[in-house]
C-alpha cells in the first residue's frame, strides 16, 4: 500500500506570492491533518480535514486555508507569503477521526521563503 | 509556559544504553502521541496511549494521567534509534485526531 504522498517536496518563493500544497493520503483514509513545523515554534496544527469538511483549525492567520477533495486528497494554500511562513509542512491521514486510529505522515514540502 | 514540556532536550548515549525521554503536559488530554522524527523529515508514530503501558520491540510508552506525565524508553539502544523524538497531546477539547500540540522535541543520539 503506497504511503502518503506530498508534493512538491521542495519550492522556493518569494514574499508577496501564493503558494498550494497537495497532499494526497493512504487508500482508504479519510481524514487529512496538516501541520507546519519551524526551528523556533517545532511543529503547529494548522487544519484538520475528514469528509471534505474542515474539522479544527489551528491558529494561524486566515492566510492559511485549506481544501479537501471527495477522493480525499487535501490542498493547502498559503496567500501573501511571508519570511516566516519559511517551514517543513506535514501533512498525516488516518482512517477516522477516533482518537485510536494511528495517523500516517507524509515526507512533507519544505518551503523557503525569500 | 509551553502545554507539552520534554526532557532532556539532547541527549547523547553509548550504544547498548537504556534510554528514558520525559515528557509532561498542563492540560487535560484523551491520548498522547510518541513520534519519532528521522532526519530529512520524515515522522513516524511510535505510540498513543490513554492509560498504561505499551511495548513495542525495545520501545516502551508509560503514561501517568493523574499526574499528566509520560516516559518513552528504549532498551539496548543502538546508532539507528538516532532521531528526534517527539511528544505530542490529543486535548480534551479538540476532539479529533489531527488536533494535537507537540512538545519540542527530544535529539537522540546513539554513539557505536
Known amino acids: 500500500k503506497a504511503g502518503v504522498t506530498q508534493t512538491p517536496r521542495y519550492l522556493i518563493k518569494t514574499r508577496g506570492q501564493q503558494v498550494t500544497l497537495s497532499c494526497s493520503p493512504i487508500?482508504?483514509?479519510?481524514?487529512v491533518s496538516w501541520y507546519q513545523q519551524t526551528p523556533g515554534q517545532g511543529l503547529q496544527f494548522l487544519f484538520e480535514?475528514?469528509?471534505?469538511?474542515?474539522?479544527n483549525k489551528g491558529n494561524f492567520p486566515g492566510r492559511f486555508s485549506g481544501r479537501q477533495f471527495s477522493n480525499s486528497r487535501s490542498e493547502m494554500n498559503v496567500s501573501t507569503l511571508e519570511l516566516g511562513d519559511s517551514a517543513l509542512y506535514l501533512c498525516?491521514?488516518?482512517?477516522?477521526?477516533?482518537?485510536?486510529?494511528?495517523?500516517?505522515f507524509g515526507p512533507g514540502t519544505r518551503l523557503t521563503v525569500l | 509556559k509551553n502545554e507539552v514540556e520534554q526532557s532532556p532536550q539532547n541527549l547523547t548515549a553509548q550504544e547498548g544504553e537504556f534510554i528514558t525521554i520525559n515528557c509532561s503536559y498542563s492540560?487535560?488530554?484523551?491520548?498522547l502521541h510518541w513520534l519519532q522524527q528521522h532526519p530529512g523529515g520524515g515522522i513516524v508514530s511510535l505510540f498513543m496511549?490513554?492509560?498504561g503501558k505499551k511495548k513495542h520491540g525495545r520501545l516502551i510508552a508509560t503514561i501517568n494521567i493523574q499526574e499528566k506525565h509520560s516516559s518513552l524508553h528504549i532498551t539496548a539502544s543502538h546508532p539507528r534509534d538516532s532521531a528526534v523524538y517527539i511528544c505530542?497531546?490529543?486535548?480534551?477539547?479538540?476532539?479529533?485526531?489531527?488536533?494535537?500540540?507537540f512538545g519540542k522535541g527530544t535529539k537522540l543520539s546513539v554513539k557505536p
Open positions: 498525516a491521514s488516518s482512517r477516522f477521526l477516533d482518537s485510536t486510529d494511528t495517523q500516517y
Open positions: 487508500s482508504g483514509h479519510r481524514s
Open positions: 480535514y475528514f469528509s471534505e469538511t474542515q474539522r
Open positions: 492540560v487535560g488530554i484523551s491520548a
Open positions: 496511549l490513554s492509560s
Open positions: 505530542a497531546v490529543q486535548p480534551f477539547y479538540g476532539g479529533s485526531q489531527g488536533n494535537l500540540i
